[in-house]
């Protein structure tokens, strides 16, 4: 026959072990939906300044002055690093700073990579 109390403290561990996972998962669980949340966010940022220049293109044109629209792929680049700032990576006028700086370092690579697969 087993002793009671070793059961009692086998079922604490057990539990004890079994609220850890639960904890972690749910936290797992937590900071994927921030990050699809934050992604989200940032295709909604992209697709609104997409359209928006558009528009503003649309009136220059009609101008009569020559208008280049860089594709969605830009403006999702640049919308995913601005949103760093959302998730509080960023927390100094520095760091937004450099943050901006990024952003348009990215744009403007992405953009050249566009120009010379266009050229091709």
Do not use: C
């Not at 934050?38 to 009569?64: C, D, F, M, P, S």
């Not at 601005?82 to 990576?89: E, I, S, Y």
């Amino acid at each position: 026959m087993t002793d009671p109390s070793g059961i009692i403290v086998g079922a604490f561990i057990g539990s004890g072990v079994t609220g850890l996972f639960a904890i972690i998962s749910i936290q797992l669980q937590r900071w994927a939906e921030e990050r699809r949340q934050i992604r989200e966010l940032a295709v909604q940022l992209a697709l609104e300044n997409w359209r928006h220049q558009y528009e503003h293109g649309k009136e220059v044109a009609r101008e009569g002055k020559t208008v280049i629209q860089p594709p969605l792929d830009v403006y999702l680049i640049h919308a995913m690093s601005l949103v760093k700032a959302l998730d509080g990576r960023v927390k100094t006028p520095e760091g937004i700073a450099a943050l901006l700086r990024e952003s348009f370092a990215m744009s403007r690579a992405a953009q050249k990579e566009i120009n010379t697969r266009d050229k091709q």
